[in-house]
């Protein structure tokens, strides 16, 4: 359910009208929806109500400040993969005790800047990084918490890029060595092993493969008991898909109940990690159509939101469903709608069926708030879109529109 709506044919976000803010903001232009990121938030949230846990979101999805802000004041933390995005969370107000530390190459600067934040963990996902949390630690004077990636090698049915589960895959440890890695860290002075953490992948529609996950994960925790480790959290990381297209994943509350029934008679907080499901169809695109043009092969409807701004389909062959900002009735054709970056997957659909729009009309690319804006580069020297925030009838500036000056700001 999401808070973008068509009335009498006409795009509305909240209570404000979509071609309003492009006539006052121009396009290419990010649209975000306050009730919808806080009425997903809380449905994701509530579906784990019968545990103690903590939902931190996936701070990559959707880093934008006056975001990670409303999701705080909802009571989210935070699932970082950065410093820039502790940085980022801190400066939104985030409780650092409510932030979760992921990925695969953290930097001995980024893990100072952790220890010193006191996040609540870090989610540690090989020997060496163990060891160099430990010397950064000892170096600090302090005891980092920390949980081990587990790579459960399990195959999420996801897109390749996106799968990161499998044993093929650079995230994690295998459980084989895991038990090995516990160990470790148990010796180390300025390490508490606090958890377990795992993360199969993204934009699953389906419950088994976190069921296989979870299965083999509490398996392990089995095996770290005997050796007597005793963990306080269980990170159960994010993946759960949106609709873009036809998909139909489950909702948060059967994914919940799913996974409460199985964790409920254990001494364990659990993590959770969303971003999409939170942020995906929570924002828009809005574009204007720059030219039409035909060849005997293909329509093209060239628009001036690209690759740049919205890589999904470029990146991963996406589907994001495109429609008219203002429906006007008109018959349809089948069209390539493509940017005006110099690749040719510089696309944002490829073969679509779409009313015969004209130039200087608008399109609205769909489920464009998860790894949309985030994913945004400056390639071709254009400046990134302004992301706005409807909240009601109120209109936020989430982030202005980049200047050409802004764009060459640290060249020489
Ligand atoms: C990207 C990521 C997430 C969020 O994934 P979604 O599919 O957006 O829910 C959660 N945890 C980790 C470690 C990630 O890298």
Same mark, same amino acid.
């Not at 606090?194 to 976190?210: A, E, K, N, Y």
């Given at each position: 359910m999401h808070h973008f709506e068509y009335r009498d044919g006409s795009l509305f976000a909240e209570e404000v009208s979509a071609t309003k803010l492009a006539e006052e903001y121009g396009t290419p232009l990010y649209i975000y929806s306050a009730a919808t990121f806080r009425r997903h938030f809380q449905a994701f949230d509530s579906a784990f109500k019968g545990l103690d846990h903590l939902t931190c979101f996936s701070?990559?999805?959707? $880093?934008?400040?006056?975001?990670? &802000?409303? *999701?705080?004041?909802?009571?989210?933390?935070?699932? #970082? =993969? $950065?410093?820039?995005?502790?940085? &980022?969370? *801190?400066?939104?107000?985030?409780?650092?005790?409510? #932030? =979760?530390?992921?990925?695969?190459?953290? &930097?001995?600067?980024?893990?100072r800047e952790a220890l010193e934040a006191r996040i609540l963990m870090f989610n540690i996902e090989s020997v060496a990084e163990l060891h160099k949390i430990n010397a950064v630690a000892e170096e600090m004077g302090t005891v980092a918490k920390v949980s081990f990636r587990i790579n459960p090698d399990v195959d999420a049915k996801t897109h390749p890029y996106i799968s990161t589960g499998m044993a093929k895959n650079k995230f994690g440890l295998d459980i084989e060595h895991s038990l090995e890695a516990y160990k470790q860290a148990v010796e180390l002075k300025n390490i508490d092993p606090v958890g377990m953490d795992c993360h199969i992948g993204s934009q699953l529609t389906s419950i088994d493969p976190f069921l296989e996950a979870l299965d083999k994960l509490l398996n392990f925790y089995e095996k770290l008991k005997d050796i007597g480790v005793d963990i306080k959290y269980l990170d159960l990381g994010g993946g759960l898909g949106i609709p873009y297209d036809e998909e139909e994943p489950p909702h948060p509350t059967e994914f919940g109940q799913a996974l409460v029934e199985k964790l409920k008679a254990l001494p364990l907080k659990i993590i959770l990690e969303p971003g999409r499901v939170i942020a995906g169809n929570a924002g828009i695109m809005i574009t204007e159509v720059v030219y039409t043009k035909s060849n005997p092969m293909k329509n093209f409807l060239i628009v001036d939101g690209a690759m740049n701004d919205l890589v999904r389909p470029s990146l991963y062959g996406s589907y994001h469903r495109i429609d008219e900002v203002e429906k006007n009735g008109r018959e349809t054709d089948i069209f390539d709608v493509v940017g005006p970056i110099c690749e040719s997957s510089d696309f944002l659909a490829r073969d679509r069926e779409l009313p015969k729009m004209e130039q200087g009309e608008r399109l609205v690319v769909f489920s464009a708030g998860a790894y949309g804006f985030t994913m945004a580069s400056n390639y071709n020297t254009r400046p990134r879109a302004c992301e706005l925030i409807v909240d009601g009838d109120k209109v936020l500036v989430a982030r202005k529109r980049e200047t050409y000056e802004d764009l060459i700001e640290n060249e020489i």
């Amino acid at each position: 359910m999401h808070h973008f709506e068509y009335r009498d044919g006409s795009l509305f976000a909240e209570e404000v009208s979509a071609t309003k803010l492009a006539e006052e903001y121009g396009t290419p232009l990010y649209i975000y929806s306050a009730a919808t990121f806080r009425r997903h938030f809380q449905a994701f949230d509530s579906a784990f109500k019968g545990l103690d846990h903590l939902t931190c979101f996936s701070v990559k999805a959707n $880093s934008n400040l006056s975001v990670l &802000r409303m *999701l705080g004041e909802e009571g989210a933390g935070m699932d #970082i =993969v $950065s410093g820039g995005e502790l940085y &980022r969370a *801190l400066r939104a107000g985030i409780d650092p005790g409510k #932030i =979760v530390y992921s990925g695969v190459g953290k &930097r001995e600067s980024e893990i100072r800047e952790a220890l010193e934040a006191r996040i609540l963990m870090f989610n540690i996902e090989s020997v060496a990084e163990l060891h160099k949390i430990n010397a950064v630690a000892e170096e600090m004077g302090t005891v980092a918490k920390v949980s081990f990636r587990i790579n459960p090698d399990v195959d999420a049915k996801t897109h390749p890029y996106i799968s990161t589960g499998m044993a093929k895959n650079k995230f994690g440890l295998d459980i084989e060595h895991s038990l090995e890695a516990y160990k470790q860290a148990v010796e180390l002075k300025n390490i508490d092993p606090v958890g377990m953490d795992c993360h199969i992948g993204s934009q699953l529609t389906s419950i088994d493969p976190f069921l296989e996950a979870l299965d083999k994960l509490l398996n392990f925790y089995e095996k770290l008991k005997d050796i007597g480790v005793d963990i306080k959290y269980l990170d159960l990381g994010g993946g759960l898909g949106i609709p873009y297209d036809e998909e139909e994943p489950p909702h948060p509350t059967e994914f919940g109940q799913a996974l409460v029934e199985k964790l409920k008679a254990l001494p364990l907080k659990i993590i959770l990690e969303p971003g999409r499901v939170i942020a995906g169809n929570a924002g828009i695109m809005i574009t204007e159509v720059v030219y039409t043009k035909s060849n005997p092969m293909k329509n093209f409807l060239i628009v001036d939101g690209a690759m740049n701004d919205l890589v999904r389909p470029s990146l991963y062959g996406s589907y994001h469903r495109i429609d008219e900002v203002e429906k006007n009735g008109r018959e349809t054709d089948i069209f390539d709608v493509v940017g005006p970056i110099c690749e040719s997957s510089d696309f944002l659909a490829r073969d679509r069926e779409l009313p015969k729009m004209e130039q200087g009309e608008r399109l609205v690319v769909f489920s464009a708030g998860a790894y949309g804006f985030t994913m945004a580069s400056n390639y071709n020297t254009r400046p990134r879109a302004c992301e706005l925030i409807v909240d009601g009838d109120k209109v936020l500036v989430a982030r202005k529109r980049e200047t050409y000056e802004d764009l060459i700001e640290n060249e020489i």
